[in-house]
Every structure is written in C-alpha cells, then in structure tokens.
C-alpha cells in the first residue's frame, strides 16, 4: 500500500482541517468570493446541490407542501417582537439602511446620505417572521389546515468564523413551515420531516444519522421541541445534518396564527419548522472524501460516469470518439436508482491522464478510459472511484467487454450508493463508545492521545434549567457538547453520569461542527 | 354574450391595470408582503415559475451552459470601477452597512454603530462585475474558453414604481454568462440565448414574440449590440421579455478577462450576457389572461387538469373518490408536450362550485366536475378553460364517456397550447400597424381615441448619437419608444419619418411596460 501516491497532497490523517479546504478546491466544488464569508459555488458543487434539490423536493413535494417565495428583506419591527418573546434571539444580521450610492468626489462611491431609509431592512437569517405574518392572512378556518409551505432561498447570518459549506455568512437552503389545527398533527409533520431528512441523508447521501431530539439548552429559540440528524464526520465529530422543530402555540400568537374551529371557535395555531441546507455537502465531503479527494454517492452525482476518450491528435480519434459517442449514447438509455444514468463524454482538450485526476478528485463514481485499441477491440477500461487502487499502488483501472460492461453498469452504480453507505456506517458504529460510567471516566477518554475519539453514549437523567447548565458547562470544559436523545432506543438503565439520579434516556455526546 | 357572468368583477376593457391587479389575486399568484416593493409569490404564482425554471434549465443545460452559485453581496468597491467605465451606471441599490443589531433601549432594534462595516456591502442588482472577477480567475488559456456559465437568483433594483411580477424591488431571474475567445464565437453565444428565449416565449410560454435588436440608446450599460424579445400586452403596450447582449472586451478589460491564445498571446475574451426573470409571468398573465382570470397554457401549467367531486358528505362519496381517483392515475400515466399529465384530485372540503371558480381565475387548463352519477355511469362532465363559455351565457361543460375523454386529453391539452399561442399571435398580428409615413401621421394615430393602439412599424435610418436622441425626445413627447429591429426582416425601403433619409431598416415603436 506505502506505494500508493494520493491525488492530494495534505491526507486526512496529516491535517483534516486542510484535507476539507483542498478537496472543496481540488474537486473544484467552491472558492472565496473576495467577499467576507461568501462563497462562488462552481459548477461541481451546485451541480451537487441541484441534485439535492431535485431529490428532495420531489419528497416535499409528495407530503403535500407547496413551495412559495417569501422576500429577501424583512423590516426591524418584525424582529423587535420576534426579540420580546424569544430569548436567545441572535443579532448578528446584515442591515440594509440606504437604498442609493452617489460618488464620494474621489473616484468611489458611498451610500447617499439623503436616500437612509426611514426602517432599515434586514437581510433574512430565516423567514420565520415573514412567513408568520403571511400565515396569519392566509388561515381563517380550520378548512384551510394544515397549511404546508416551503421555501427554497438563500439566507445570510453574520458569522464571525466561516468554513466553506459549513458555515458561510450566506447560503442556500430549504425551510419548511407548517400550521396544524392541534399538537399530534403539528407533531406528526416534525416527525414526518425529520424521517424524510433520515431517510434523505442515508439513501441519496449514504451519510448515516442518528435521528433524535435537542437537549433543552440546543433548542431552537422559541421551540418546544427540537429534532436533528446528526451525522458523524471520518475525524469523529459531530455534524447536525437537518433539524426540525416543533413550535407549540408561541409563533402563532407572536404572528397571529389563529383558525375558526369546527364549533366556530378562534383558536392558536400550532406549528413547526424544519431545514436543511448546503450544510449537507460539508458532510458529504467529511463523509465520503478519501486522499484522492471526493467521492460523490451516485444519487447526487452530477455525472455518474465519465468517459474519457484517449485522443492522439491524430485520424484514428475520429473512430475513437464514434465509439465512445456510441458507448454514451448507449448508457443513457439505462436507468440506475430510479433515474437515467447521468453520463459525460469528455472531449475537452487535455490529457487523458490530467483528466482522469481531475475528475478521480471530483469523485466522479464511474470512470473509463478508452485508447484507440479498446475501440478497435470492443473494449473498454473502467475503475470505480470507490475502489480506486490495487494492492500494488497502481490504479484499478479493469479492462471488459463493451457489452459486459454495459450490462453491470447500472449494477456498479447501485453497489457504489450502497458500499459507500455501509463503510460509512461501520466506521460511524465503531467509534460510538459505551460504558463509560463517570464524568472523570469521560474525561479521561477524551484526555487520551487519541486524534479522532468518536462519540459517547451516555445514560442521563434528562436534567433541566439550572441542573442542565451545569451539565452543559462541564461538558463544555472537555469541549464536548450533547448531539442528541435518539428516537426509538431502549430505555436506559443504570444511573446519570452528571446528577448520580436515575438514568431516564440515552444522549450522544460529541465534540461538533 | 351579454348573459355572461364573467368570474372577475373588473374586466380588461374596464380597467386593465386593475383587472391586472385582481388576476394576481384571485389566481392567488402572488400578493403584497408588508416589505416594500418586495412580493410573497404563492403556491400558483411560484409554481408557474417553477415550470419555466425547469424548462429553461434543460434547454441551457443542452447547450453546455453550467450553473454556478456568486455571491448575494457585492462590495461597493466592484461598483465604483464599473460607475468609471460605464455611462447610464445605475445608482439606486440597496446597501449593506452595519451587521447587528442593538436594543434602542425603548423596546426596539436599531443597527448597533459599533458593528459598522468597513466597506459597505451592496445586494446585487446582477452579478456582472462578480463574475467577471470569477471569470478572470478562472480563464487563463484558450482552452478553458468558451466558459459557459449561468446563475439562478434573486437581485435587487430599487424602484420607486413597483407593480407585482413586472417590476419589483426584489425578483427571481436567470443571468448567463459567458467568455469567448472571439468576437464571431461571442455572437453567435448571443444570438443562440436570444433564439433560445424565442423558443421558449412562443413554446411553453405560448407567447408570440418579435426578437431583434434594440436601438443605440436602450443597450444596456456598456453593451456593444443589446438584443429583445418583445411581447404585445392584450392592451396593446410592449413588454420586453428577455435580453441578450454582446459585451465586446469592454467588460472583460474591465475584469482582467484574459486568456493565453494558441499562438501564446494574451488576449482579452469577448463576452455576453442574457437574462429573463419573473417578468415573464407578467407577461403571460398579459397575453392569456381573460375576463375570469388567468389561462395557463398547458406546458407551464402547475397542474394541467383538475379534478372536484362533487362531494355530498354522504355514503356516496366513497364510490365517487375511488372512481374519481382512477381517473387520476389513468391521466397521471399519460403524457402531453413531452411529459407526464400533472393532474390533482381535489378533495378538500367546500362546495364544488366554489372551487370550480377558484380553478377557473387560476387558469387550469381543463377542469373536470364528477358527480354521483357521473361516477355510477363511467362519465365525465369537462371543460376548456380556454372556452369556457357557451353562446347562451352557460359555463361549456361537456359531458362524455371515461374512455373517450382518456383517449381525447392529451390532444386537447396540446391544443390548448396551441390555440393560446395563435390567438395571441392573430391578435398581436392585427394591431401592428405600417404604413405611417411622416412624424405627424405617428402622432395622429397614437392621438386618436385607441384605448389599445398596439405597435407601429416604422422605416428609419438608423441614426446615432444626437439625432438618435432627437429621435427618442419626439417619441417620448408621444409616449412611445423603440422597441427593436426585427432580425431577419426584408430590407427597408422608402424613407426614415424621423431623419427624412433613406430608409435602412424597419423598426417598432410602441407604448410599453
């Protein structure tokens, strides 16, 4: 294996922090914008993205929500009563308090004294409020519930540190509102949009999560409950893929979100939010990149298969691409995991090999190399990204029949969603740790020279207020924090490790994103 | 005629500004948001938007055009190059200058002083200068050109004017952009997005349009040819529907656009871009909206075919939805324009005849109404929104066997899409008006009683500089402007009406949007 020379330079072994920045880079997935904390999202990672959308859309679109668009400015006063009623409420917005520049007098520009608007206007962190405020206008009686709505935008947040993907001051995402007549139906959808993120994260993403719900200290500002999936990155942290909440009665009447019951009788709505966003494609690379740099799960590869044709420059390419012309067209028509096979011909010019490095580090699932031989012989040379080296260092690039490899294609396509799945999850599941039975037990695992610790399962008295800051302090000085409660599990026995009480439930804990 | 009750209480010949207003309404496309000049698109409204989204993507997709996400802020610094290098630099912008906010100390929010930005962020009015940053990264040989890149996004222009759909402070569009080696490959970049926007008009759309270039005096900003595709409103004004423009190597000197040519010179790329927006959707409520409301041709229609039971809340009903749900799938496995029939069975609670009319204003192309009966005798009783009434003031509801009506649908919604497009192009066709030919004749006709006037055609000489403003100052006296030169028109013969010189090409003129 010492044989081996990886695509990228930094493993993650060496740096991971620096494995992250060089596989967004190498995989040509972003960049820095030359604006603060925003990215240029270039065509491999929007592609990613677009694919995301696609997929679950189509989810939201099945359970009945409909999308709207809600604008991008929201005025201060709805945030003055949002801050009242909700305590946490985060300030760190951007402000918009003119609407024209005029020249400074030395060649710049500069906001127009006389154009400051009369409200500033802020830039939506989340359109909870607004979306509010059009729920309170659009529900009158309980004939018009549940009223399901969604938005696909862009949102901005001031963040003081930004990691590309992970936390960027804009970026992309979905949020989901919903108004229910009661609490089992507003449940019911948090619950409905919380599997729909599970089975999203481990079917098109192959990343496995644990569905659970918030400790009290990680909820949502404002909720009564508060669920997450939470996924485990290959350095052992903690990644909150999705949440989704349920909001009791406390948004509907800051916003006004009442219905005339069967009887005639006004009564609160209740209601619930939940989003993902292009936080997930952190995860994914954090999930599935090798030292080779990506590997994208066939569901939301852009391209599932490329194929480069091994151009000379010379009168036999003409024959060369025909074939490979014809192996593409050839593709296409198939379907692999409920889709046509997404397949690229690449006839850009460029060396073969510079091009199979290329799109090896974008991690393309699928990748053949066809020579002037292999067209002449009906053959074809493929490695699966997945599986991308021999024992002997050399890459694993597999020679076939043309029509053999045609009829295992979709097969390969479908055993690549599934193998990175089951890798992902085997690592995940030998790196939660049990049995530790004491804060100095815990702290003690965590002090130990291990680079990546993994998680712990903790047994819990489910503690609150004041007992539960303390938790959350302590854990806090080994730099953990609690990821989750998980959904279904056994009852826990034996005794909390942080009030000596009864265990009541289980919680992960994790260092995290 | 005159015992229609038409589903509107203000008609297009009435109030066509109000009419407008109401359609948006009652259709529940969009409504006002509280945020100023700023619109909440609904279910109906983004939906629409979201079939052109789709279409649009695949046809810029196939023509090798990758999608790409630039940043919502732009920093002011971008701007004051480009207010140096461009005449006509728009000013009115929203500006970005504090990023949190403080408590006034009087229960409000105010920008806190203390988190002042340095350099004042600008939301983006369009990308240009953004992505030509990110283009000169990313062009270094002749190789990497074409570069073909597009953006879906939300901008910002501060009108003082607003009206939904057609001009508002934030819309949705598309902005491709494109860098070419030369000036050739950068027309024809132009030109293919121009006859793409053609073919979406007239296509999906269904709206008849006149492609051609606009004159000197409306290019955009530092273009060197701007080109339109013009649509006739139903009261006779012209809208521009999409443009496209050929930048030359002005904005690519601008942005340090270069690139090594194969013979090792650097050379500065010739560039293009083109947009449409959410403008489109004004457009098609102009063109096919009627007296009851909005009409949707078929292939952007949300939902192509609706169907109510008429339920009785009795023991019937059960019988009545499962035949009504057969249907559903039955149309569901069929295809029309190229895709599976989208068709809603819809069962929430109210009275089928007030739901009828709330599918009619939203423009549904066919409507199904089942009773009891219907149910019990494989029947169905239809109608075409786009004739829905009969000569004797009934809605035109036809009833006929289930199988017939299976075997008759998808012709009936392909010729919906078509008999939208020829009514709206024999009604275009009809209030061009030729033959004016002197500046006096102009102003004769546009003063004459006309509610709707429509365009003119008119021989010019193309002038330029200050006898083409002298041209534009006598229009705007008439209230009209230039529309464009049609591409592929017979040559001009006669004389200009403006300059008294020979002729050279025909242009429109137009009162517009």
Request: hydrophobic share 40%.
């Given at each position: 294996?010492?044989?081996?020379?990886?695509?990228?330079?930094?493993?993650?072994?060496?740096?991971?922090?620096?494995?992250?920045?060089d596989v967004i880079a190498e995989a040509e997935m972003a960049e820095?914008?030359?604006?603060?904390?925003?990215m240029v999202i270039k065509p491999w990672g929007y592609g990613i993205?677009?694919?995301?959308?696609?997929?679950?859309?189509?989810?939201?679109?099945?359970?009945?929500?409909?999308?709207?668009?809600?604008?991008?400015?929201?005025?201060?006063?709805?945030?003055?009563?949002?801050?009242?009623?909700?305590?946490?409420?985060?300030?760190?917005?951007?402000?918009?308090?003119?609407?024209?520049?005029?020249?400074?007098?030395?060649?710049?520009?500069?906001?127009?004294?006389?154009?400051?608007?009369?409200?500033?206007?802020?830039?939506?962190?989340?359109?909870?409020?607004?979306?509010?405020?059009?729920?309170?206008?659009?529900?009158?009686?309980?004939?018009?519930?549940?009223?399901?709505?969604?938005?696909?935008?862009?949102?901005?947040?001031?963040?003081?540190?930004?990691?590309m993907?992970?936390?960027?001051?804009?970026?992309?995402?979905?949020?989901?509102?919903?108004?229910?007549?009661?609490?089992?139906?507003?449940?019911?959808?948090?619950?409905?949009?919380?599997?729909?993120?599970?089975?999203?994260?481990?079917?098109?993403?192959?990343?496995?999560?644990?569905?659970?719900?918030?400790?009290?200290?990680?909820?949502?500002?404002?909720?009564?409950?508060?669920?997450?999936?939470?996924?485990?990155?290959?350095?052992?942290?903690?990644?909150?893929?999705?949440?989704?909440?349920?909001?009791?009665?406390?948004?509907?009447?800051?916003?006004?979100?009442?219905?005339?019951?069967?009887?005639?009788?006004?009564?609160?709505?209740?209601?619930?939010?939940?989003?993902?966003?292009?936080?997930?494609?952190?995860?994914?690379?954090?999930?599935?990149?090798?030292?080779?740099g990506l590997?994208?799960?066939?569901?939301?590869?852009p391209?599932?298969?490329?194929?480069?044709?091994?151009?000379?420059?010379?009168?036999?390419?003409?024959?060369?691409?025909?074939?490979?012309?014809?192996?593409?067209?050839?593709?296409?028509?198939?379907?692999?995991?409920?889709?046509?096979?997404?397949?690229?011909?690449?006839?850009?010019?460029?060396?073969?090999?510079?091009?199979?490095w290329a799109w090896v580090k974008k991690g393309v699932?699928?990748?053949?190399?066809?020579?002037?031989?292999?067209?002449?012989?009906?053959?074809?040379?493929?490695?699966?990204?997945?599986?991308?080296?021999?024992?002997?260092?050399?890459?694993?690039?597999?020679?076939?029949?043309?029509?053999?490899?045609?009829?295992?294609?979709?097969?390969?396509?479908?055993?690549?969603?599934?193998?990175?799945?089951?890798?992902?999850?085997?690592?995940?599941?030998?790196?939660?740790?049990?049995?530790?039975?004491?804060?100095?037990?815990?702290?003690?695992?965590?002090?130990?020279?291990?680079?990546?610790?993994?998680?712990?399962?903790?047994?819990?008295?489910?503690?609150?207020?004041?007992?539960?800051?303390?938790?959350?302090?302590?854990?806090?000085?080994?730099?953990?924090?609690?990821?989750?409660?998980?959904?279904?599990?056994?009852?826990?026995?034996?005794?909390?490790?942080?009030?000596?009480?009864?265990?009541?439930?289980?919680?992960?804990?994790?260092?995290?994103?």
């Open positions: 294996m010492s044989a081996i020379r990886h695509a990228l330079s930094v493993t993650r072994e060496g740096d991971f922090a620096q494995w992250y920045q820095e914008s030359g604006v603060r904390g925003c993205w677009e694919r995301i959308q696609k997929l679950m859309d189509a989810e939201i679109k099945a359970a009945g929500v409909e999308n709207c668009y809600f604008p991008l400015f929201i005025p201060l006063s709805y945030f003055a009563k949002e801050a009242e009623h909700v305590e946490g409420f985060a300030k760190e917005m951007a402000v918009v308090t003119h609407h024209r520049l005029i020249g400074d007098g030395k060649g710049g520009l500069v906001p127009d004294p006389e154009a400051k608007l009369e409200e500033p206007l802020v830039v939506r962190p989340t359109s909870e409020t607004v979306i509010g405020a059009a729920m309170a206008r659009w529900v009158q009686s309980w004939r018009d519930l549940p009223l399901l709505t969604n938005q696909w935008a862009n949102v901005v947040r001031w963040e003081m540190r930004t990691r993907f992970l936390r960027t001051t804009e970026f992309l995402w979905q949020e989901g509102h919903t108004a229910h007549a009661n609490r089992d139906d507003a449940m019911a959808e948090t619950l409905r949009a919380l599997e729909m993120y599970r089975a999203f994260a481990e079917g098109p993403l192959a990343i496995p999560v644990i569905t659970g719900e918030k400790p009290e200290n990680e909820r949502f500002p404002g909720a009564v409950a508060t669920y997450s999936i939470e996924a485990m990155m290959q350095d052992g942290k903690a990644l909150q893929a999705g949440t989704s909440h349920y909001l009791g009665t406390g948004f509907a009447e800051a916003a006004g979100i009442r219905y005339q019951d069967r009887e005639g009788q006004q009564a609160l709505c209740h209601t619930t939010s939940w989003g993902v966003s292009t936080r997930l494609i952190g995860g994914l690379i954090m999930t599935h990149g090798d030292d080779d590997r994208v799960p066939p569901q939301v590869a391209q599932q298969v490329v194929i480069l044709p091994m151009l000379r420059d010379n009168d036999e390419d003409a024959a060369l691409l025909a074939y490979c012309e014809e192996l593409r067209a050839a593709l296409a028509k198939q379907w692999a995991l409920g889709e046509p096979v997404r397949v690229l011909l690449d006839k850009r010019p460029g060396k073969a090999t510079q091009k199979r699932p699928l990748i053949l190399e066809i020579g002037g031989r292999d067209a002449a012989g009906g053959q074809v040379s493929v490695v699966r990204r997945d599986r991308l080296w021999r024992d002997d260092g050399k890459v694993n690039f597999v020679g076939q029949g043309r029509d053999a490899f045609l009829a295992a294609a979709v097969g390969e396509l479908e055993d690549i969603q599934r193998s990175l799945f089951e890798e992902a999850r085997a690592r995940r599941d030998a790196q939660i740790h049990t049995g530790i039975e004491s804060l100095e037990a815990l702290a003690a695992f965590y002090a130990e020279d291990k680079r990546y610790p993994g998680w712990v399962e903790l047994n819990w008295s489910r503690p609150t207020g004041a007992e539960l800051e303390d938790v959350v302090t302590k854990l806090k000085a080994l730099k953990l924090t609690i990821r989750n409660t998980p959904l279904g599990a056994q009852a826990a026995t034996g005794t909390c490790i942080f009030t000596g009480q009864p265990a009541v439930e289980r919680i992960y804990g994790a260092r995290s994103y």
